[in-house]
């Protein structure tokens, strides 16, 4: 169950990290872009925590 839950974890850390040079050099589609899937991401990973709890 930890393994899984460091992997999200880790996985949300890598989208953000590639989010920001996105957002910060690229032009507005790219920053679209990038506003839409931070947010799906940890959305995401909030469910996926969740499930966790319910299911230990």
Do not use: D
């Amino acid at each position: 169950m930890l393994r899984r839950h460091n992997l999200l974890v880790l996985a949300l850390q890598v989208i953000l990290v590639g989010c920001v040079p996105v957002m910060w050099f690229m032009h507005n589609p790219y920053k679209l872009t990038a506003a839409i899937i931070a947010p799906v991401a940890g959305l995401l990973w909030i469910v996926a925590v969740l499930f966790e709890r319910k299911s230990s």
